[in-house]
């Protein structure tokens, strides 16, 4: 497959537009799915909901990997789609197994089907197709740097999602106030660790796709974790004080 270059800039600034649109929605209207839900809503089981909506940015970048005709350096292209791919499939499969959460509006369905499938397309394709790497480019202290980042804020998120689930028992819809681990700093604990994910992700990449992907997802989870912080003040008269929204010590 050729280089789109004209598709990859369109679909790059397409989503920093579209991250700034999102994050301005959000500061009016809270996006309603979780917790904010109606309950009225036409709805999909968490588990299969979280598969659905997640899965096309596994799938897209993997079909492309299959794709001839590839152009640059092979390890360093597959280094890297395989760390976007890395979260999806843990997102897409691991995670909507074990996940109790709410059901999921079909519209957020819909939605995220989209944008997965875009992003997908998006990072594989110019990972793949255009990106050019010189021969010294993985020794480079940015891409171990960016990696590394990205690593950590894996293990954050993951870590934050299990201290999540075990403040519920099967079939519990209640809220708690959780504690351990970036919890003790931040409310959005699992939100920040999925923004450190992909600014190191941005950092390794250093091109356009992966920082308008990651800014896309500072704008559009950014705002719910201090959405969830007023909730957690609000439901919880014994809150504690010195836990942020998103940012330690900050925010």
């Known amino acids: 497959m050729e280089c789109r270059e004209a598709v990859v800039s369109y679909l790059s600034w397409g989503l920093v537009v579209g991250g700034g649109a999102y994050l301005l929605r959000q500061m009016q209207n809270c996006a309603e799915y979780g917790r904010y839900a109606p309950t009225q809503a036409h709805c999909c089981p968490a588990r299969l909901g979280w598969f659905l ?20 350096s092979g390890t360093g292209r597959r280094l890297l789609v395989g760390t976007f791919m890395l ?5 897409s499969i691991i995670y909507a197994l074990l996940t109790r959460g709410r059901p999921i509006p079909l519209i957020i369905i819909v939605s995220a089907v989209i ?15 255009c990106a050019r790497f ?12 960016g990696v590394l980042v990205f690593a950590l804020g894996m293990i954050v998120n993951i870590h934050s999602d ?30 920040f660790g999925e923004i450190v994910e992909w600014c190191g992700y941005a950092v390794a990449v250093w091109s356009l796709p992966a920082f308008a992907f990651a800014f896309f997802t500072i704008c559009s989870i950014g705002p719910r974790a201090c959405m969830h912080h007023r909730d957690y003040q609000q ?4 809150y504690p004080r010195s836990r942020k929204a998103i940012i330690p010590f900050i925010l």
């Open 134 to 145: 010189e021969d010294t480019w993985l020794t480079r202290a940015r891409l171990t740097a």
């Open 87 to 91: 979260h999806y499939f843990h997102r």
């Open 115 to 129: 944008f997965c499938s875009i992003n997908g397309f998006l990072q594989g394709h110019f990972l793949l197709h």
């Open 235 to 238: 439901r919880f008269k014994d």
């Open 53 to 72: 909506q997640e899965v096309p940015a596994l799938f897209v970048p993997l079909l492309l990997l299959l794709l001839p005709a590839e152009a640059g």
């Open 162 to 191: 299990y201290i999540l689930r075990g403040l519920r028992k099967p079939g519990e819809v209640v809220y708690r106030v959780p504690h351990g681990g970036m919890f003790e700093f931040v409310s959005g604990a699992n939100f």
